[in-house]
């Protein structure tokens, strides 16, 4: 009896730590955006393939961040974002004539809180990425 009452001690203590969240958060901000081009923009967050989170509409020039909360684990993250532009939501990239990408992709371990920081540099072609 003692050695099921540990072993079920030992099982729900695994998938107990199994099942702990970490904090993904995502911020992000533009630099140089030329007066008159504000766009209205948001930011998709993907984790292995599947949406986990979308920032609310907002113009270029106000910072913002989102977060997620997923299973420890290694995951394919990808940050997409989209601009308003001539009545439609696009991908900010290069092929679609913008300055810059607008998408970030990494595998990561998630094991504890991770904050990714993205700072589209209109004058430059790939964001400046900070990972902690």
Same mark, same amino acid.
Not at 11 to 14: G, I, L, P, V, Y
Not at 43 to 47: A, F, I, L, N, R
Not at 83 to 87: A, K, L, P, S
């Given at each position: 009896m003692k050695h099921l009452i540990l072993a079920l001690t030992i099982?729900?203590?695994?998938m107990s730590f199994a099942q702990? @969240?970490?904090k993904l958060t995502v911020?992000?901000?533009f630099k140089n955006i030329q007066e008159g081009y504000d766009h209205k923009t948001k930011?998709?967050?993907?984790?292995d393939g599947a949406i986990a989170a979308e920032s609310t509409e907002h113009v270029q020039s106000m910072?913002?961040?989102i977060s997620v909360a997923v299973p420890r684990g290694k995951y394919e993250v990808r940050v997409i974002n989209m601009?308003?532009? @001539?009545?439609k939501w696009?991908?900010?990239s290069i092929a679609n004539g913008y300055s810059t990408e607008g998408e970030y992709k990494e595998n990561i371990l998630l094991s504890?809180?991770?904050s990714i920081t993205l700072v589209f540099d209109l004058n430059q072609a790939d964001p400046i990425i900070t990972v902690k």
């Open positions: 099982a729900c203590t695994t702990k @969240e970490c911020n992000y901000s930011t998709m967050v993907y984790v910072p913002t961040k601009t308003y532009y @001539e009545g696009e991908e900010r504890k809180k991770k």
